[in-house]
């Protein structure tokens, strides 16, 4: 089984910053990306971030220039430092990652966190 655990979030003053964490654990054999995803009262999900194992990175053009991702790959870890937030940052933030387990089979499949709430406001 995997579990993703988040941290980081709260509350902060525009202009301000934080930084998130995502460590994955369990039976995993393979993380192919790691990213996070956010979601404000009444709108879907989006895409805030998302690094391969690769090393490649995608930024949604709202956070470009203010957040950054990153990836300790020996903790299976993924964090977002997020600079300048601002009000509209306001949202729960979910980590999500793609990963291989093996027991049986070798099954992929996206695995997300319980999400931690992230509040600009002054």
């Known amino acids: 089984q995997v579990q993703l655990v988040e941290s980081g979030g709260g509350l902060v003053q525009p202009g301000g910053s934080l930084r998130l964490s995502c460590a994955a654990s369990g039976n995993i054999f393979s993380i192919n990306a790691m990213g996070w995803y956010r979601q404000a009262p009444g709108k879907e999900r989006e895409l805030v971030a998302r690094t391969t194992s690769g090393g490649s990175t995608d930024y949604a053009d709202s956070v470009k220039g203010r957040f950054t991702i990153s990836r300790d790959s020996a903790k299976n870890t993924v964090y977002l430092q997020m600079n300048n937030l601002k009000p509209e940052d306001t949202a729960a933030y979910f980590c999500?990652?793609?990963?291989?387990?093996?027991?049986?089979?070798?099954?992929?499949?996206?695995?997300w966190g319980q999400g931690t709430q992230v509040t600009v406001s002054s």
């Open positions: 999500n990652a793609r990963i291989t387990t093996v027991q049986f089979l070798k099954i992929t499949r996206d695995y």
